[in-house]
Nanobody, 122 residues
C-alpha cells in the first residue's frame, strides 16, 4: 500500500501561483511513477501531469504546458506541482496518484490521495 497526502491548495488570484505537494508513505516511493489529476465540479477527472520514477521524464496536458511544472524528491518521498499563471479554469480539486507504469492511463494508477482544492478568482 502507498498512502498519499496532498497539500498546498488554496485561493489565488488570476495570474498567481501555487505549489502543491504530495507526500507518500508506505512502499518505496521511487518505485512508482507519479501523476497529478484534477476534477472540476460537474466534470470528469482529467490528467494534468506525470513524472517517471527517476524524475527525468515528464509529460503534461496541453492545457497546462508551459505553466505547470512537476518534480519529485525521492529522498523526501514527495512529488510537487508548481502552478504558475493560474487561470479561473484551473479551479478544481487536484489529486496525486501513483502507478508502477509510465506513462499510465488514469485507470492504471493504483493509489490516490484525497485531493486538495485550488480556486482561482478572476
Amino acid at each position: 500500500q502507498v498512502q498519499l497526502v496532498e497539500s498546498g491548495g488554496g485561493l489565488v488570484q488570476h495570474g498567481g501561483s501555487l505549489r502543491l505537494s504530495c507526500a507518500a508513505s508506505g512502499r518505496t516511493f521511487s518505485n512508482y511513477a507519479m501523476g497529478w489529476f484534477r476534477q472540476a465540479p460537474g466534470k470528469e477527472r482529467e490528467f494534468v501531469s506525470a513524472i517517471n520514477w527517476s524524475g527525468v521524464s515528464t509529460v503534461y496536458a496541453d492545457s497546462v504546458k508551459g505553466r505547470f511544472t512537476i518534480s519529485r524528491d525521492n529522498a523526501k518521498n514527495t512529488v510537487y506541482l508548481q502552478l504558475n499563471s493560474l487561470k479561473p479554469e484551473d479551479t478544481a480539486v487536484y489529486y496525486c496518484a501513483a502507478s508502477d507504469l509510465y506513462p499510465a492511463l488514469v485507470y492504471e494508477y493504483d493509489y490516490w490521495g484525497q485531493g486538495t482544492q485550488v480556486t482561482v478568482s478572476s
